[in-house]
T-cell receptor, first 113, second 114 residues
């Protein structure tokens, strides 16, 4: 079963708007929560990551909000731009193995001018 | 630096055929991974390696084998391809370290099994 649940599956936002993607998990042993961005025909690339002892992390227009008690985290993209149009994956890192990640199912974001 | 490269970029197989996907990284990373990406399912880990000569099973290992004879290379083999293995395959590598270290992904191999 999917260890990290992600929604929505797709999202259309006007340029300048806020894009919000949500993820939820059950396994409290996860110890890092990264977000990856993937453009068509390319491999995913790390966008931003957060530890579970931090409630928010901001890098430029991208912010992760983390709610440990609810076991939920979300990505907010402020002032969304057409260049942000991509597929976004949330993930969670397990403590065993080798930095292994469990990915959400992905959100295809389209920012229209 | 080329980063993570994958060979081939595209491949079409018939059911029952075999093939090997090659992943190479020039970043001297210890960890390497093979994922498959399917619509609506995200990326799922097939096998991974924590170092030269070692491999381990991920979430969906059935029907695949791997080898890591050299630190910079990680091979994914399909012995008898099935239509269910039609997917986009990504290789990734990651440095050893504490905390969270970024996984660097290759450009992917699109495999179709007829």
């Amino acid at each position: 079963q999917q260890q990290v649940k992600q929604s929505p599956q797709s999202l259309i936002v006007q340029k300048g708007g806020i894009s919000i993607i949500n993820c939820a998990y059950e396994n409290t042993a996860f110890d890092y929560f990264p977000w990856y961005q993937q453009f068509p025909g390319k491999g995913p690339a790390l966008l931003i990551a957060i530890r579970p002892d931090v409630s928010e992390k901001k890098e430029g227009r991208f912010t992760i909000s983390f709610n440990k008690s609810a076991k939920q985290f979300s990505l907010h993209i402020m002032d969304s731009q057409p260049g942000d149009s991509a597929t976004y994956f949330c993930a969670a890192k397990g403590q065993t193995g080798a930095n292994n990640l469990f990915f959400g199912t992905g959100t295809r974001l389209t920012v229209i001018p | 630096n080329a980063g993570v490269t994958q060979t081939p970029k595209f491949r079409v197989l018939k059911t029952g055929q075999s093939m090997t996907l090659l992943c190479a990284q020039d970043m001297n990373h210890e960890y390497m991974y093979w994922y498959r990406q399917d619509p609506g399912m995200g990326l799922r880990l097939i096998h991974y390696s924590v170092g030269e000569g070692t491999t381990a099973k991920g979430e969906v290992p059935d029907g695949y084998n791997v080898s890591r004879l050299k630190k910079q290379n990680f091979l994914l083999g399909l012995e008898s391809a099935a239509p269910s293995q039609t997917s986009v395959y990504f290789c990734a590598s990651c440095p050893l370290g504490t905390g969270y270290n970024e996984q660097f992904f290759g450009p992917g191999t699109r495999l179709t099994v007829l």
